[in-house]
């Protein structure tokens, strides 16, 4: 996915930055504060939220990149 592509992305439900999450092959992208994880489908983010899942970034230590500076 392109970066500057990922720079331009929000939330579609707070507006607020997006994180990388990269787990094996999967990657998606996280909302820190809704607790989201949207889906990346042949490089495309599906920003849907009934087709985001739960996500708690606190309970597993895994790879993320933010995508925007505070």
Do not use: W
């Not at 607790?35 to 739960?54: C, H, N, Q, W």
């Amino acid at each position: 996915m392109d970066n500057r592509l990922l720079e331009m992305l929000v939330c579609p439900l707070c507006k607020g930055p997006l994180a990388l999450l990269r787990t094996g092959t999967t990657r998606e992208l996280t909302c820190h504060a809704d607790k989201l994880a949207f889906p990346i489908r042949d490089g495309i983010p599906v920003m849907l939220e009934s087709e985001a899942r739960a996500y708690d970034p606190d309970a597993q230590p895994q790879t993320t990149t933010p995508t925007q500076a505070p």
